[in-house]
C-alpha cells in the first residue's frame, strides 16, 4: 500500500519561507510524476507544482513561478517544496499526490493523481 506523508507546514510571516517534505513508503515511487496542491478555506484544491519521474521535467502554477521549487530525491523516496518569499494568499493545506501513470511528465489536473497524502498546514501571517 502507497502512503505518503507530508511535514514541514507551520506558521511564517509574509516574506518567509518553509520547506514541505512528502515521504512516500510502499509502490515504486521513482517511476511516478509527484504533484503538489493546495486547497484554501472555502476554495477548490488547485495545482501548485509537479515534477516528473527522474525529476528532469516541472511545471508550477503561476502564482507560484519563480517563489517554489519542487525537487525529488528518488533515493529517499522524498519530493520537497521549497517556498520562499511566502504570501498571505499561499495560507492553506497542502498536498503531495503521485501520478496515477508511470514515466510520465508533469500533469496538474488531480484526476489524475491516485494516492494522496493527508496534507500540512502553511499559514502565512501579514
Known amino acids: 500500500q502507497v502512503q505518503l506523508v507530508e511535514s514541514g507546514g507551520g506558521l511564517v510571516q509574509a516574506g518567509g519561507s518553509l520547506r514541505l517534505s512528502c515521504a512516500a513508503s510502499?509502490?515504486?515511487?521513482?517511476?511516478?510524476?509527484m504533484g503538489w496542491f493546495r486547497q484554501a478555506p472555502g476554495k477548490e484544491r488547485e495545482f501548485v507544482a509537479a515534477i516528473s519521474w527522474r525529476g528532469v521535467l516541472t511545471s508550477y502554477a503561476d502564482s507560484v513561478k519563480g517563489r517554489f521549487t519542487i525537487s525529488r530525491d528518488n533515493a529517499k523516496n522524498t519530493v520537497y517544496l521549497q517556498m520562499n518569499s511566502l504570501k498571505p494568499e499561499d495560507t492553506a493545506v497542502y498536498y503531495c499526490?503521485?501520478?496515477?501513470?508511470?514515466?510520465?511528465?508533469?500533469?496538474?489536473?488531480?484526476?489524475?493523481?491516485?494516492?494522496w497524502g493527508q496534507g500540512t498546514q502553511v499559514t502565512v501571517s501579514s
Open positions: 499526490a503521485r501520478d496515477a501513470s508511470v514515466y510520465t511528465g508533469v500533469r496538474i489536473n488531480d484526476f489524475d493523481y491516485d494516492y
Open positions: 510502499g509502490g515504486t515511487f521513482a517511476r511516478h510524476a
